[in-house]
């Protein structure tokens, strides 16, 4: 699982939103300031450089701050929703259907079609067909302990011993 999005990766998610909504916030205020006000008592170019450190950069490095934060949470979002499916899946020997997906979990039948295509597409699971039409989705690496038990070592397959 991404380490970012690990409870810890929620934690540090929360606290980008945090930072970046007043980073953004100040630096907006700042810039407002700046633009309104009149008179000044420093130069040219201190003024600039004020406007830059203490309105655009902050500005942006909040604005950065949400970005990464945003992008953060549908990484999460999205390892949660592949574990679901991989859990469900096994429930289903490692061979499922949209239906069975969709009745398992919180997604509909469109989203679910959607949610194993791109497993399809990852090369994660198999498209089948069964006799009466219906897609079934084959996925690698979930067998039934039957499975697991009966597997022989490679060192015998390879040499034969």
């Known amino acids: 699982m991404n380490p970012k999005t690990t409870r810890g990766g929620l934690v540090t998610e929360v606290i980008q939103y945090i930072a970046?909504?007043?980073l953004l916030l100040f630096g907006f205020i700042m810039i407002v300031g700046a633009i309104a006000s009149e008179e000044t008592k420093?130069?040219?170019t201190t003024d600039l450089v004020l406007f830059l450190l203490l309105g655009i950069l902050p500005a942006l490095l909040?604005?950065?701050l949400l970005f990464t934060a945003r992008?953060?949470?549908k990484l999460r979002r999205v390892d949660a929703l592949?574990?679901?499916?991989?859990?469900?899946?096994?429930?289903?020997?490692?061979?499922?259907?949209?239906a069975e997906l969709a009745?398992?979990?919180k997604l509909s039948i469109?989203?679910?079609?959607e949610v194993l295509e791109r497993f399809a597409k990852q090369n994660v699971a198999y498209l089948k067909i069964s006799n009466n039409g219906t897609y079934v989705y084959q996925f690698e690496g979930i067998?039934?302990?039957?499975?697991?038990?009966?597997?022989e070592s490679l060192n015998s397959l390879i040499y034969k011993e």
């Open 110 to 113: 469109t989203q679910a079609n």
């Open 20 to 22: 970046g909504a007043i």
């Open 82 to 98: 592949e574990n679901l499916v991989l859990q469900i899946a096994s429930r289903y020997g490692g061979n499922l259907t949209a």
């Open 103 to 105: 009745m398992n979990s």
């Open 62 to 64: 909040g604005g950065w």
């Open 143 to 151: 067998v039934s302990q039957q499975d697991k038990d009966q597997a």
């Open 71 to 73: 992008k953060n949470s």
């Open 42 to 44: 420093l130069t040219v």
